[in-house]
DNA sequence: ATATAATAAGACTAATAAGGTCATGTAAGT
DNA sequence: ACTTACATGACCTTATTAGTCTTATTATAT
């Protein structure tokens, strides 16, 4: 019920690896999956995503690279997780689907924003 | 990183539903699963899992079937999905594996708790 | 005692999701 | 132009989840 994927985790390290060399270069990929130790070609694709959401940006051609697109103060963890994965909504319970009135449904909903607030609070400075 | 299993939410179907019923007579699987629209073999199998958690316990033979261990307002929805999920934790993060001081785990670990408080307060009496 | 109705447990299969690879395209610097 | 690096989507592989079935075991009723 609560498991981070690797596509989280190698985002969540592809970033704070950018953070920690703060240089005005762009940051190769194929430097973050060596150093890191994850694949290449995955991280690849996990990083469009960060890219598409804003958290990073690309430069492309010759000395192109990753950069991050704000300060590491200003990326949360949540915003990570769920550039990757996608807003974490687990509420298709069945009963959810065929009733408006599900009971369990407020439950999760309090469960995920406690969650959710925690992973804001946490910012890509705080674990670098 | 946060969605229930069908296990876990047959499991609190199943509860509630045995707990809706305040009879004497033990619950038996079969209408269970009819009458909640699951897979009768699979919730079998879910509810193995609740009576070794002490859950539920089960009477065998004829006239059998499944009771509630306490009171409903006694099993939380906590209870029920650890009871068949197992222990929710996630902090199988390479970093948190390969060194004693990874910064991410504190931010799992209160999350989790958070998250954990929630699912502890909700019982099934609520729910049902 | 025996037949029957129920759960127990674990092997097995099927379906789905996650993880990973590759080929082709596009952009930028030299 | 050529090289280097990201972009994208198709594809394959592996792991996990969901579901089924078979063979016990246990208890009740007759």
New interface residues.
């Given amino acids: ?5 690797r596509a ?2 190698y985002a ?2 592809g970033v704070v690896y950018i953070a920690s060399k703060n240089v005005d270069d762009a940051v190769h990929v194929a430097e973050i999956a060596k150093c890191q ?1 994850v694949p290449e070609y995955f991280l690849v694709k996990v990083f469009s995503r960060l890219v598409r959401n804003g958290i990073i940006h690309s430069i492309r051609g010759n000395k192109g690279g990753f950069r991050l697109s704000k300060k590491p103060e200003n990326i949360s ?1 949540y915003d990570i ?1 769920t550039a990757v ?1 996608g807003p ?3 509420n298709d ?3 959810c689907k065929n009733s408006s009135k599900c ?2 449904k407020p ?2 909903d ?3 924003e ?2 959710m ?3 804001k609070q ?1 910012n890509i400075a ?3």
Avoid: P, Q, Y
Wanted: aromatic share 8%.
């Fill in positions: 019920m609560f498991k981070l994927s989280g985790e969540l390290r130790n963890v997780i994965e974490l909504n687990l319970c069945f009963i009971k369990m439950v999760w309090e469960a995920k406690k969650m607030e925690v992973l946490h705080d674990v670098a």
